[in-house]
């Protein structure tokens, strides 16, 4: 599913609404019947709680904290510690160099998942949390290797009894005021090398200044790079159909140019897609799309089950 931190803030039109509401409503009447034991989050992050001096491509979380920005909300996630390392270790086993941290921080781009599907207090099924590194090149996770780590988080999963729900939480085209190191102000790439803890005022100007780049962008504004619905509908197409390798043939450099700087958010959902057989078609009961300049997201939410 996509996120978005301007949800519930951005005025945005009544029908999209409604088909996002309709999406979720369904969403979570289908992972209520399935009723999931575990959950593997994969999700990035926007330099709340990783940051250039030391920006992993994955990292796995033995224990999590979300930060609580925009309208999500502050506290800890439901973290299996020993299963999370016992992952770990076996995605180390077969070559997967994944950094594990024992205390990571998240922002919305976990939490929103979370609480869209569970509610604001994070009362979930035990949640193991992946992060992928989608802002900050030359270590943005390359798309092949974003299916290899999938496929062998599945093999990890196929040993477990619990049934285990995956999401993948990011994309799909857009391209928000992130900074990045080539920002010509060197106060800005500070901000985005050094971990430090944000003022509310901090946390009030960049709110401020990300719900007016969704405006412009409903508005057309020339400056903010449009999002793009073919790209992010084939994206759901192919994943929905299992064309894995197909989606990995597409260039790295493609993404930013087509579908904006952080549409590498996307890889989230090829991760948890690869981490479920591709070898024949899977029911997918739960797929809705909308393009929502305001919320400067291709906003799209699948769910698909074995």
Known sequence: MSHSPLLGLNPIDPQDQRVLDEAVEQARAAIAAFDPELIVLIGPDHYNGFFNELMPPFCLGSQAWAVGDYLTPAGPLNVPEELALSMAAYLMDRHFDLAV?????????????????????????????IFLNAVAQPGIARLARCKALGEAIGSYLDGLPQRTLVIGSGGLSHEPPVPTMQHPDPAVRERITVKRLPTEADKAAKTERVMAA???????????????????????????????????????????ELAGNSAHESKTWLVARAALPSDHPLHCPVYAYRAIPALIAGYGLMFMHT
């Open 101 to 129: 941290s024992r205390r990571m921080q998240v922002d919305h781009g976990f939490s929103q998942a979370l609480q869209v599907l569970w509610g604001d207090d994070l009362d979930t099924p035990p949640v193991i949390p």
């Open 214 to 256: 969704g405006m412009a962008l409903a508005r057309g504004d020339h400056w903010m790079k449009p999002l793009n619905p073919d790209w992010d509908q084939q994206w759901m197409n192919t994943l929905r159909h299992g064309e894995l390798d197909a989606l990995c043939a597409m260039s790295e450099a493609s993404i930013a």
